[in-house]
């Protein structure tokens, strides 16, 4: 935890004023200088003490929105809570701390009530997607006199996963992707056209899919899987080539993400290949975030490209080109 | 209590106290304070909407005549330089208080306010002579927290970045209107804590001023001077100055003198202050009404120093072995006088600085001028005091030794007329330099009259019955009055006052009592001071009011020296103050002492005095054993909770190590070229009037200025911020070179857009 307490601008002009007067009492010895002398140095101790008082017993933690894309502007929630018994503290500025570096947004707190908790927060836009860590937070005031800013820092460690940002798809590809349900088909999307297999049963599928006497024998809980007419599950196949390059394949990798979150949108099971890694379709908010998760985290590997056990519903190259498999005109 | 109203009610209530502690200078003129006061009334109540748009439709003219009002202070203020009018100088910070009261709308006018109200009492600071400042001081300190705490948060409010946040839209800036209207932020706990905190300040003030060393004076600024006063000057002119000082009434020295204060009883106490003299400028040369100073090297006083005192005597005069026995000890604060002649009981054998007693860089000195008078002089140094280059010092504080006799039995006046001094312990022996008797026996040609009857007064007596017979005579055929009648042109004063015209002050009969000793053979000298005082039984003083200046004579008797001939016949005697003027003055006296006059002698006196207290309590008492121990254990606890804070804050300060996993890229240098360049294209685009916003991201400030036209799509800034964003939030450093042929494009884009947009 670090503080420090460096005067603030109106704080330098003070600072020179209150020495200046100083001197003229020194040096003419009129006594009255020095009361005036005194108060101005009291004001000074006093900036410091009180901002110091300000900045003791609060608690800072962050409300992180739960999905962070590359490119996007987030929400990032502040909340403070004011742990003291009875005094309140005024005028705080809270800033993030990314590599022990302010984030180019402070949120500020007007007044926080003894015993309080107050949330805001602040708007950010990460450039990059992967691991990004937020390493603390500086707390400053200016409080009581706005003479001196004193600041703490407190680490608080946190790491965001940001997702790729979602690249725009061309209309083409879009049309080649399959068309949303229809509602009466959303009543039971996966229990549609042919029976294909069966496959462990996942977080997010739907429980009536489950084959019960298989699951018995075999003592895991195992679903039903169709071959849908209309392609209901499909996989991405991202060749994540190391011979790209670095700014085709993150627009290799948006496009990619980008028709993870489209065909999940239009209700599809979506799995991803990539080399180096296989996720198999499945639906729902959680899966689709492994997707993303995996996104973000993909890097040029070296070796075969990927092979999918199915016929991919779309695959992306290292240099952002997408094919869908069922391509229509437009 | 909405904050908007907090914070207006506390910056008027400091404003007037700023005026009331600059009106207890005497330097504000009644008009300026009414007109004043008026405009601050109506700025006041005048602050709603339609007062403010009516206001701002007449700022045109109010700016005009504002500076017309300027321009007359200034020119008036000029035309009496070099002198510097106060009054003048304050009617100017006056005046733009007023504008800027009736122009407050944000929080900029209420720190132009705060500075303007800070400046008169940092000048009323200097000149004001009356307790009733620290008073006014006080109130201050407490406005003035209120007032800077309230002045931030509004500050805070009107700059930052109150925002409402939405994932939807941009941030927005919340209303500063509805926060200032708030009940919410400050209440009557929050004045309750903030009047605390003031008192701190105010406590921790007194602390600064009672022990920060009085180091010295006039290192580089010099010591504050003042001009001389009236009726004290290098000339007096008869009938012209009848008193010293601004009023009457008003305190202009007061003395303590442990040898009245040992008397028994106040009626004594008060008996004996009425028979003080208080010697001060002593004039040698008459001419045609004019009391001058003849500055011949034979009047010279001489100094002697030792042990830090200045000895006093005149030519001729011999020091005995112990000059301070049988004398009086005396303390004097001139407080309503700038000395330039230093006063003190009958003639004063030595004076002594307090602060040069302790060898401080305090270079105001004693130096000898004529006649046995010594004055106060910057870098004095006790041989270097010939010219008139003195200047005075208000609340001057120094220390005298005189013989004042018995106070119980000197007799008191009329009946001392004459003082037949028997000689004193202080001098060995009484003789007059030739030299010095030839100029004070120097008599202007003419008055044929006085010196017949000079020769008339004095035939067959010796000096003390020459005393004696000039004293009774002018006492039995002239009267004392206070408006003497206006002496016909062309007649010298003296003469028409002894024959003529037989009702004169003080100034006529000392004035004929020396010429007519003169006259008479006996060496004479007009001297004039201060008769009488009044004993303070609160504070334990004399104060001696300006209504009690007095001139009187001193002549030489051989044997007894110079003797104090005080011809003028009793006057009714004043009034003596009631009880609520002696509480008042001994408060008065307790803040030129302990405030005004607090120096380094009295910090010296104050620490001897709680060590001598201390030492009642010494090691070997059980008292003071404990109060040992006490401190010892409170050292250890300081020792201890310091280090465990040491210790603690050393802990907490370990770096944060990153955990594994992928990570991001390495981040991007806290210097780095692309940091470097976007903050001070930041620094460029504020001075040309567009500075980014608290609660804007990079990008928002883009394309904000883009949307405003200040730039277009995808030029160079719009780079340079992708730049800094990818760099700065996705570890993406550009190539040095890349930031720098950004720069330049950058630089280029500035240059066309050289004001704001």
């Known amino acids: 935890m670090r503080r420090r307490l460096p005067p603030t601008r109106e704080g330098w002009w003070f600072l020179l004023a209150t020495l200046f007067v100083g001197a003229v009492a020194l040096d003419a010895g009129i006594n009255l200088f020095f009361l005036t002398f005194g108060t101005m140095a009291s004001l000074l101790l006093a900036n410091g003490l009180l901002s110091a008082l300000g900045l003791s017993r609060l608690r800072v933690r962050r409300i992180p929105p739960p999905v962070v894309h590359a490119g996007t502007p987030y929400l990032m929630g502040i909340s403070l809570e004011n742990r003291k018994r009875r005094l309140p503290s005024f005028s705080i500025e809270v800033e993030d701390l990314v590599e022990g570096r302010p984030i180019d947004k402070r949120c500020y707190f007007l007044k926080l009530p003894a015993g309080r908790q107050q949330e805001t927060s602040y708007r950010h836009t990460i450039s990059r997607r992967g691991r990004h860590r937020l390493t603390g937070f500086r707390l400053a005031t200016k409080f009581p006199f706005g003479l001196m800013a004193r600041t703490r820092e407190i680490a608080d460690p946190t790491e965001i996963v940001v997702y790729p940002a979602l690249a725009a798809l061309p209309p083409a590809v879009l049309r080649g992707l399959p068309s949303p349900p229809s509602p009466a088909r959303d009543k039971a999307p996966s229990r549609q056209g042919e029976l294909a297999g069966l496959r462990a049963f996942r977080p997010g599928d739907d429980p009536r899919g489950i084959h019960w006497r298989t699951s018995a024998r075999r003592g895991m809980l195992l679903v039903r899987e169709h071959e849908d007419d209309e392609g209901r599950e499909g996989t991405i196949l991202f060749d994540n080539d190391p011979a790209a390059g670095a700014a085709a394949f993150e627009l290799a990798v948006s496009r990619a993400a980008a028709l993870c979150v489209e065909l999940a949108r239009r209700g599809m099971a979506v799995g991803l290949v990539t080399r180096g890694g296989e996720i198999p379709p499945s639906t729902g908010a959680a899966h689709l975030g492994r997707l993303l998760t995996r996104l973000a985290f993909v890097a040029p590997e070296p070796g075969a490209p990927p092979r999918a056990r199915r016929r991919p519903i779309a695959r992306v190259s290292a240099d952002g080109h997408v094919d869908v498999a069922h391509p229509r005109a437009a | 209590m909405r904050f908007q109203a907090a914070h207006k009610l506390v910056t008027y209530l400091l404003v007037l106290s700023a005026l009331a502690g600059l009106g207890t200078t005497h330097a504000l003129a009644p008009a300026s304070a009414i007109a004043f006061l008026a405009v601050t009334g109506l700025s006041f109540w005048a602050d709603g909407p339609r007062w403010t748009a009516a206001l701002d439709r007449a700022a045109g003219a109010a700016r005009v005549a504002t500076g017309a009002l300027l321009v007359a202070i200034v020119w008036r203020i000029s035309r009496r330089m070099p002198e ?33 109200s800070f400046l008169l009492v940092v000048v009323a600071s200097t000149i004001t002579a009356t307790f009733l400042f620290v008073a006014a001081f006080a109130v201050y300190v407490v406005l003035a927290t209120w007032a800077l705490i309230l002045f931030h948060l509004r500050r805070e409010m009107e700059e930052n970045y109150l925002v409402r946040h939405s994932a939807q839209a941009p941030s927005q800036k919340v209303g500063i209107g509805r926060i200032l209207g708030s009940r919410r932020v400050v209440g009557r706990a929050f004045f309750a804590a903030t009047f605390a905190v003031a008192a701190a300040v105010f406590v921790g003030a007194l602390g600064v001023f009672a022990f920060v060393p009085r180091l010295g004076a006039g290192f580089v600024l010099g010591a504050r001077a003042q001009t001389s006063v009236i009726g004290l000057a290098d000339e007096v ?26 008397l028994p009883d106040d009626a004594a106490r008060r008996d004996a202050a009425e028979r003080l003299y208080f010697r001060g400028a002593v004039y040698d040369a008459y001419q045609g009404g004019r009391w001058l100073r003849s500055r011949r090297p034979e009047l010279r006083t001489v100094l002697e120093e030792s042990n830090g005192r200045a000895f006093i005597r005149e030519l001729g005069e011999r020091g005995a072995l112990d000059p301070l026995a049988g004398t009086d000890r005396q303390e004097i604060e001139a407080v309503g006088i700038p000395t330039t002649v230093l006063f003190a009981a009958d003639r004063p054998v030595a004076i002594e600085l307090p602060s040069r007693r302790l060898g401080a860089a305090g270079t105001v000195g004693v130096v000898p001028r004529w006649s046995g008078e010594a004055a106060l002089r910057i870098g004095g140094d006790g041989q270097n005091g010939f010219g008139d280059g003195f200047v005075t010092l208000a609340n001057a504080h120094y220390i005298a030794y005189s013989d004042i006799g018995d106070p119980q039995r000197v007799p008191a006046p009329p009946r001392d007329g004459l003082r037949a001094a028997e000689p004193r312990s202080v001098h060995a022996s009484y003789s007059l330099d030739p030299r010095a008797r030839l100029d004070d026996l120097a008599l202007p040609d003419g008055l044929t009259g006085m010196r017949e009857l000079a020769v008339r007064l004095g035939s067959g007596r010796d000096a003390a019955g020459k005393i004696a017979a000039v004293v009774d005579w002018l006492r039995a055929g002239h009267a004392y009055t206070t408006r003497p009648p206006a002496r016909p042109p062309g007649v010298d004063p003296v003469d028409d006052f002894l024959f003529s015209q037989p009702v004169g002050h003080c100034e006529f009969f000392a004035s004929a009592a ?58 009714d005697a004043a009034a003596a103050p009631g009880r609520l003027a002696e509480t008042s003055d001994a408060l008065d006296f307790f803040w030129s002492r302990w405030i005004v006059g607090y120096d380094l002698g009295r910090q010296r006196d104050l620490a001897h005095h709680a060590w001598r207290e201390l030492g009642h309590f010494g090691p070997s008492t059980p008292t003071g054993q404990f109060l040992v121990v006490l401190t010892a254990a409170g050292l250890l606890v300081a020792l201890g909770l310091g280090l465990r804070r040491a210790g603690r804050r050393r802990v907490r300060d370990v770096p944060i190590v990153a955990s594994g996993g992928l ?18 294209t930041l620094g460029r685009l504020e001075r040309l009037g567009l500075p980014r916003r608290p609660n804007e991201t990079p990008h928002e400030y883009a394309a904000r200025l883009r949307v405003g036209g200040t730039f277009g799509a995808d030029d160079a800034f719009d780079r340079l911020t992708g730049r800094y964003a990818a760099a700065r939030f996705g570890g993406q450093e550009p190539p040095d070179e890349a930031v720098a042929a950004l720069g330049r494009s950058v630089q280029e884009l500035l240059a066309q857009r050289p004001s704001a947009g």
């Open chain 2, 663 to 680: 990570g991001p890229p390495a981040a991007p240098r806290a210097d780095g070229a692309i940091d470097r360049l976007y903050r001070r």
């Open chain 2, 514 to 571: 020396v010429l007519l000793l003169r006259a008479a053979g006996v060496p004479a000298r007009y001297v004039t001071g201060f008769r009488g005082g009044d004993w303070n039984p609160i504070g334990g003083y004399v104060a001696v009011r300006g209504a009690r200046a007095h001139a009187w004579a001193e002549a030489f008797v051989d044997g007894s020296g110079w003797t104090r001939v005080d011809a003028t016949p009793p006057a």
């Open chain 2, 84 to 116: 510097a009018d106060l009054t003048a100088a304050f009617d100017l910070v006056l005046a733009l208080l007023g504008y800027k009261l009736l122009y407050r709308r944000n929080h900029r006018d209420y720190a132009h306010i705060y500075a303007l």
């Open chain 2, 237 to 262: 002119a008869l009938g012209r100055y009848g008193t010293a000082g601004s009023g009457r009434e008003t305190v202009v020295l007061r003395a303590t003198l442990p040898r009245l204060a040992a």
